[in-house]
């Protein structure tokens, strides 16, 4: 074992289980390990990098704001809070903002103003809010929230979790409508479940998710925590159905790859329950991470990202249905989040990520059959087409070694 590797195995927590490369460098879609070979960034950090590895333009943004002034607090005001929630507001539709740093304190967020709204707006009786999510989801790793997962090993071990979800099946409207009651303050779903293995709901299913929570007066909150910020092809992914939700999570891609910025959007009546006090992070808007998520979308729309995300993730599906391999079972994806599940009778998806690695591809499986494709959204057709030959050859070699055992 390489030392760097045994120094992580020695002191860390074991809460990962990373494919043995051990990265140094990283430029654009490409990332150099400790020996000098050279990867394709297929993960781009669960989509945290979708600009690219180290933006010159997010860099400078980045380093111009760190020899300004980094952190105050929110005891004090600044003069890049302010211009990054119009922005964030603007790009997304939304009235107001608050902003935090991982995705799973904007969830966290999420939760409690939709409960806070519930009780103050909707009168629902005091400690009966439900919030409604959805089996499979994928929503950060908080004990309220993985209290709301269905996965088995989120949770084991983790209980007590708070009460007052529900959850029902991906992708089914009757079962949301039916799971609704008077206490319920929302609905929190993700537009394509990410974590859950690539799982693109049915057409229409949004919007009519939105015209429930409509009818009902509950809130509908988009986790596009990993579908936002240009990753499917639009800003929103939601934005494919020509919906407008009551709330939206953005993080990952908004830290522009540098660093964790994340934001909980919703109307004015849904934030304005919110008062001084009542919730807050140190690090949340600090002026660094306003000035990142500022450039973060600047870059995005100024370079293209969203366009080409479009154009490419829809190549790179149209070429991956092209390969003909009893390995695969399915190719799913919209934009640049493209899912190929793996017939488990055969390989699992992380023995075909060890050999991708070894073609100069690095991705990584989700839920054990899934190898998960979702590269910086500036990846050119030629890089992709290194890509899907990595991925054909590697097939071919791992069908050929089945039949010689
Ligand atoms: C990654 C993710 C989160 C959690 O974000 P962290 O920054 O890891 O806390 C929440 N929701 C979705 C959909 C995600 O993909």
């Not at 099946?169 to 039916?178: I, K």
């Not at 299913?205 to 009818?215: D, G, N, T, V």
């Amino acid at each position: 074992m390489h030392p760097m590797i045994e120094l992580e195995e020695c002191y860390g927590a074991r809460n990962y289980a990373p494919l043995p490369v051990i990265l140094t460098r990283g430029e654009g879609v490409y990332v150099w390990d400790i020996n000098g070979n050279q990867y394709i960034d297929m993960m781009s950090a669960y989509s945290a990098v979708s600009h690219g590895h180290c933006h010159p333009g997010l860099l400078k943004a980045l380093n111009d704001q760190a020899h300004t002034l980094t952190m105050v607090s929110r005891a004090f005001h600044t003069d890049k809070l302010g211009p990054f929630l119009k922005r964030v507001c603007e790009i997304t539709g939304m009235e107001k903002v608050l902003p935090m740093n991982s995705g799973a304190e904007a969830v966290e967020t999420a939760l409690k103003a939709a409960r806070k709204w519930s009780y103050n707006v909707k009168n629902v009786p005091k400690d009966m809010a439900e919030i409604i999510v959805c089996k499979g989801n994928f929503h950060g790793r908080t004990i309220a929230i993985v209290g709301m997962s269905t996965e088995p090993q989120y949770r084991a071990g983790f209980g007590p979790f708070p009460a007052g979800f529900k959850q029902i099946p991906y992708g089914d409207v009757d079962a949301l409508e039916q799971a609704i009651t008077p206490h319920t303050a929302a609905f929190l779903v993700e537009p394509i479940q990410g974590e859950g293995g690539i799982i693109v709901p049915p057409e229409g299913y949004l919007r009519k998710c939105a015209e429930i929570c409509k009818k009902h007066n509950i809130l509908l909150i988009c986790d596009e925590i990993q579908t936002g910020m240009g990753r499917t092809g639009k800003f929103l992914a939601s934005d494919h159905e020509g919906i407008k939700p009551d709330g939206v999570l953005l993080g990952k891609a908004l830290g522009g790859g540098l660093i964790p910025v994340s934001v909980f959007l919703t109307r004015k009546d849904v934030m304005d329950v919110i008062t001084p006090g009542d919730h807050g992070s140190t690090f949340g808007g600090n002026p660094l991470a306003a000035a990142v998520g500022m450039a973060a979308i600047d870059v995005l729309l100024n370079d293209g990202l969203i366009q080409n995300a479009a154009l490419q993730g829809d190549y790179l599906i149209q070429q991956l249905k092209k390969i003909k391999s009893p390995l695969i079972e399915e190719v799913r994806g919209k934009g640049l989040l493209v899912g190929v599940s793996i017939n488990p009778r055969y390989y699992s998806a992380r023995d075909l990520c060890l050999r991708l690695m070894k073609k100069g591809v690095l991705s990584k499986e989700t839920h054990k059959t899934v190898i998960r494709l979702a590269p910086p959204l500036l990846i050119t057709r030629e890089q992709l087409d290194t890509v899907i030959d990595a991925i054909s050859e590697t097939l071919t070699e791992a069908e050929a070694s089945l039949k010689t055992l």
